[in-house]
């Protein structure tokens, strides 16, 4: 079924892939990726076959949080170019077919922003969330303020991050600070949202990812005022832009894409709702860990054990109640998240889930570097911000894109002990150059599954799939003719399917999947999709 935005039905059998923008490529030997950097290697991105490139905030920020930390969202960063270099990126990458979003963080800014710091010293701006002291000091969860002004301000996240005041859904006049969402400064916010979005629309981007997006609103059970929010402010920006695309950090597809968004990314934050169908799929626990999420093993894991169902469950859930509306984003990782080849899920592994991945009714994102395999760096220090509490350090899933094999991996020609993050010690790092010339690579796999799916309309985001076996192996049939299967454990497996004809099954692409009149069998790490047409 078509998207509602006929702007963005593009997205429906498109492949993303997201940019760490300070870990891509650096064009100046500074030891920090750029924009520059990013135009220099679209060529990768063309020959792989994605059709947009997501970057994260180039924008002007002290990298306090890896550039989540905005100080002008007006204004590119130094470190990463100039308007110029973006709209050369963005030209480039439109001769080549590929679009480019950027990311909003709209939920916070850095305390450097100017609007923080005229705030902080004038008690009549509400941009921000301020309370006065009581005679038990602060409210719970503020941050004193660094101004004249007497109080404080509620953060999100560090305390360098002062909340953007959008509102509450239950305001109380008894905690003024609590204002209601069609209050001045939350008006003021809305409207500045529009104002940056169409900036940088008008030189040529392609849409936003939105940092956070359900964050907005305080105190708003089930994201109702939050979702109100959204739908204004998207409506808004399309009578400017009708083209403009816009993705969720929401986690919630049934909430995020009626309130505008035209896909929403399942995240690995959050509880069942927002965040256990992801972390069901890859969280193997031995990269980025939280102590509040469950410790359920992962389905793609090849000690095995895990389960399909809490993710199948969840999707099918957020696929009925969003059908015709938008797309659900399914990435492999993320900056916030540890990749897929990380502890003892190594890069020879991958094959199974890059089939999946690619061939699920969902909108595929590959986070950069993924697909060599690259893997999660233990062991890092805090850079910019990257450990969000104790075991869960983002760095080592930042680290430099691996190009070639010569001095830091290609990325930069800057000395070693500059560059922003260290280049994966291990000698058998994998690189692009490498597997490129290697038909047999995961890379070359990866290129060969977008473009099945980008020619197979049935193996798109909305054509039909039907679930055959949700243990190990995964068997399932994708617009009642494609038959994939995966077996992301080292242990074979196998399925009695005696009713599902094979006979005149024609093997599209993988390896260790076996077919017969009483079944299907998988090898370990075994994958395969085949077309059953006669």
């Known amino acids: 079924m078509a998207l509602k935005n006929a702007a963005a ?21 500074d030891g920090i990726g750029d924009l520059a950097g990013i135009t220099a290697r679209l060529e990768h991105l063309a020959w792989l076959g994605v059709d947009a490139v997501w970057l994260t905030p180039c924008f002007a920020s002290p990298f306090r949080d890896g550039g989540y930390d905005v100080r002008d969202h007006l204004r590119t960063a130094p470190r990463h170019g100039t308007d110029d270099d973006l709209t050369a990126l963005v030209e480039a990458a439109g001769r080549l077919g590929i679009r480019v979003l950027l990311d909003l963080v709209a939920g916070h800014t850095s305390d450097t922003h100017a609007w923080f710091r005229a705030a902080a010293d004038d008690p009549a701006d509400h941009r921000y969330i301020w309370a006065a002291e009581n005679g038990a000091g602060l409210p719970e969860g503020f941050t004193p303020s660094p101004g004249t002004r007497p109080g404080g301000y509620l953060p999100n996240f560090f305390p360098f991050q002062p909340a953007l005041n959008f509102g509450y859904a239950r305001p109380d006049p008894r905690e003024p600070w609590r204002q209601p969402t069609d209050a001045d400064g939350p008006v003021e916010n809305r409207a500045a949202l529009v104002s940056i979005m169409d900036r940088w629309l008008r030189l040529g981007v392609a849409g936003f990812r939105v940092d956070m997006a359900h ?177 869960y350090n983002r760095a080592g899933s930042r680290t430099p894109m691996q190009w070639d094999a010569g001095p830091n991996a290609g990325f930069s020609t800057a000395p070693a002990d500059r560059l922003i993050l260290p280049v994966d010690p291990d000698p058998r790092r994998p690189a692009v150059s490498e597997q490129r010339a290697d038909e047999n690579s995961l890379l070359a796999l990866v290129r060969r599954l977008i473009g099945l799916r980008r020619s197979t309309p049935e193996l798109g985001s909305h054509g039909s799939v039907e679930v055959l076996h949700s243990g190990y192996p995964l068997v399932y049939l994708r617009g009642g003719r494609y038959l994939v299967v995966v077996n992301p454990r080292e242990e074979p497996a196998t399925h009695p399917a005696p009713h599902l004809d094979t006979s005149s099954a024609r093997l599209l692409e993988g390896s260790g999947i076996h077919l017969s009149a009483g079944g299907v069998s998988a090898d370990g790490f075994g994958y395969g999709i085949h077309d059953l047409s006669r």
């Open 9 to 29: 039905r593009w997205l429906t059998d498109s492949v993303l892939y997201q940019v760490y923008t300070p870990s891509f490529a650096d064009s100046d030997g």
């Open 215 to 391: 964050s907005l609103v305080k105190d708003d059970p089930g994201h109702g005022a939050t979702a109100e929010l959204w739908r204004d402010v998207s409506g808004r920006l399309r009578r400017r832009h009708p083209g403009a695309v816009l993705l969720s950090e929401w986690g919630d597809p049934a909430v995020a894409i009626p309130a505008g968004f035209d896909v929403d990314l399942l995240d690995q934050f959050g509880g069942v709702t927002l965040g256990g169908p992801l972390r069901s799929l890859w969280h193997n626990r031995q990269g980025v860990d939280w102590d509040g999420w469950d410790p359920v093993d992962c389905y793609f894991a090849p000690e095995g054990g895990g389960s399909f169902e809490p993710f199948r469950s969840a999707w099918q859930a957020a696929a009925e109640a969003t059908d015709g509306l938008g797309v659900i984003g399914l990435p492999t990782a993320n900056h916030d998240f540890a990749r897929l080849a990380c502890g003892t899920r190594t890069a020879d592994q991958l094959a199974a889930a890059f089939t999946f991945q690619l061939t699920w009714p969902t909108l595929p994102v590959v986070y950069y570097g993924d697909e060599i395999g690259m893997r999660y760096v233990p062991g890092l220090g805090d850079v910019e911000g990257s450990v969000l509490v104790p075991g």
